[in-house]
């Protein structure tokens, strides 16, 4: 599968942003999806997932009741909503896709997007 992530961009702390993932192939809901991030000089981080069906969404403690997860099968899509934003959520987000996986760590995971950038400004 092919993952193509976009969304990112420069909002001020408080604001929201979707991010979306556009996945390529019939196979979209055999997949289990993820989000991670990765802020300079860190390492990539588990953020959110979510289960083929759509259903038991798992969440970072950083990020918990801030932000969403969804999918759409029928389009292909897996979604990032984010509100309240800090500026320790700067960082370049990813989206993932597994089998098998429904968190962290990244190394797991099998199928990856490119990345969309998250600025966060104070």
């Known amino acids: 599968v092919q993952l193509q992530a976009s969304g990112g961009g420069l909002v001020q702390a408080g604001g929201s942003l979707r991010l979306s993932c556009a996945a390529s192939g019939r196979t979209f809901s055999s997949y289990n999806m993820g989000w991670f991030r990765q802020a300079p000089g860190k390492e990539r981080e588990f953020v959110a997932a979510?289960?083929?069906?759509?259903?038991?969404?798992y969440y970072a403690d950083s990020v918990k009741s801030r932000f969403t997860i969804s999918r759409d099968n029928a389009k292909n899509t897996v979604y990032l909503q984010m509100n309240s934003l800090k500026p320790e959520d700067t960082a370049v987000y990813y989206c993932?896709?597994?089998?098998?996986?429904?968190?962290?760590?990244?190394?797991?995971?099998?199928?990856w997007g490119q990345g969309t950038l998250v600025t966060v400004s104070s």
């Open positions: 993932a896709a597994d089998r098998f996986l429904v968190s962290g760590p990244a190394s797991g995971w099998s199928f």
């Open positions: 979510i289960s083929r069906s759509g259903g038991s969404p």
